[in-house]
């Protein structure tokens, strides 16, 4: 099972709402066998989740956790749309 | 359901605000008024933001104010203002806000309910367009109850 993780600073508000509109977008483009979580930057680690999507001010503070995809905007469904297929693409997720 | 924490009360207009600072004093005062976070709070909020905590900035001149529980919450709850013209959070060009949420969440579980609603009333296009748009809480309202229903 692949795992997406959405993270913000305190794991409290973007980040659930980042988690919500990843599983939104799963279910819309049609992708099944991804995991969808949400936590604040202090407690993840590299390897705690194939993708990590994080609001672009805190993208270098997490770029040490491996695959990291960075939001223009935390409410953007398109623009998350858009980086979820091609996270999905990259983890050999789809075509 | 967001109406629980978003009412009359909560649901602050202000114009030509001096900056940011004067922004987060005016959103939070109801939440202290009402004994859901202390004075503590407010500068936790004040302080995150000025140490570069400008992540708070979701998108769309929207901005969702918080601070950890720990940091002076008593229950959860949550206010919003809007603002004109925008300020600038934290004096950076690159983040102008007219709409603050602030978010008091007693725990990291007894919040989610309402986070998840004003995600999805805040990423559909026409209902946030709808809500930055208003002018006062009966409207302000009016465009959160529609958003309860999708």
């Not at chain 1, 913000?8 to 939104?24: P, Q, R």
């Not at chain 2, 933001?49 to 008593?74: K, M, N, Q, S, W």
């Amino acid at each position: 099972m692949t795992k997406f993780l959405a993270v913000c600073s305190t794991g409290l508000g973007s980040s659930f709402m980042v988690h919500m509109n990843i599983e939104k977008v799963l279910k819309e483009l049609e992708i099944s066998g991804v995991t969808v979580d949400h936590a604040d930057l202090g407690s993840v680690a590299n390897g705690d989740a194939d993708a990590i999507f994080v609001g672009r001010d805190i993208a270098d503070a997490a770029s040490h956790l491996g695959d990291v995809v960075a939001l223009d905007s935390i409410i953007d469904l398109a623009e998350l749309r858009d980086k979820v297929a091609a996270t999905a693409k990259r983890h050999g997720l789809t075509d | 359901m967001l109406t629980t924490h978003l009412n009359e009360e909560t649901l602050l207009f202000a114009e030509n605000l001096g900056g940011w600072r004067d922004a987060i004093e005016l959103v939070s005062a109801p939440l202290l008024d009402s004994g859901s976070i202390s004075r503590g709070y407010v500068d936790a909020m004040l302080e995150s933001i000025a140490d570069g905590g400008t992540y708070i900035d979701l998108g769309y001149g929207i901005a969702l104010a918080h601070a950890r529980p720990e940091r002076g919450v008593i229950e959860t709850g949550l206010s919003a203002l809007w603002v004109r013209p925008e300020v600038l959070l934290n004096d950076e060009p690159e983040h102008p806000i007219s709409f603050f949420v602030c978010l008091a969440a007693a725990d990291s579980t007894s919040h989610l309910e309402t986070m998840a609603e004003l995600g999805v009333l805040l990423s559909d296009d026409e209902t946030r367009d709808a809500l930055l748009a208003a002018t006062n809480a009966a409207d302000a309202l009016a465009v959160l109850t529609s958003g309860e229903s999708k």
